[in-house]
Nanobody
């Protein structure tokens, strides 16, 4: 299971931290955060592969940080300097190594958590 939490409504320039509880099945998997703005396609925001390497979409680089706790029980997305265009449903995702990583398809997704940024 992948269960997201931490979404909410903030003003532009604010911060939020999303969490994703990761079941044992996915602890050694590649992990990622995706988002889907209203009426738009889902896009990958950030990923962390099984070796710990992190990759970010250009639109969030320098503002968002993906991380895991030491036991890989929880995946985080720290979002700073939020903008109205960051408004979306955010999903954590997992895929089995070794053929996984940023830009590749992910097989497993959580239910999502909504982030709304007002101007």
């Amino acid at each position: 299971q992948l269960v997201e939490s931490g979404g909410g409504s903030v003003e532009s320039g604010g911060s939020l931290r999303l969490s994703c509880a990761v079941s044992d099945t996915y602890k050694r998997y590649c992990m990622a955060w995706f988002r889907q703005p209203p009426g738009q396609a889902r896009e990958e925001v950030a990923s962390i592969d099984s070796g710990g390497r992190k990759t970010y979409a250009t639109s969030v680089k320098g503002r968002f940080t993906i991380s895991q706790d030491n036991a890989r029980n929880t995946l985080y997305l720290q979002m700073n300097s939020l903008r109205p265009e960051d408004t979306a449903s955010y999903f954590c995702a997992a895929d089995e190594p070794p053929l996984c990583g940023f830009g590749l398809s992910y097989e497993y997704y959580g239910q999502g958590t909504q982030v709304t940024v007002s101007s």
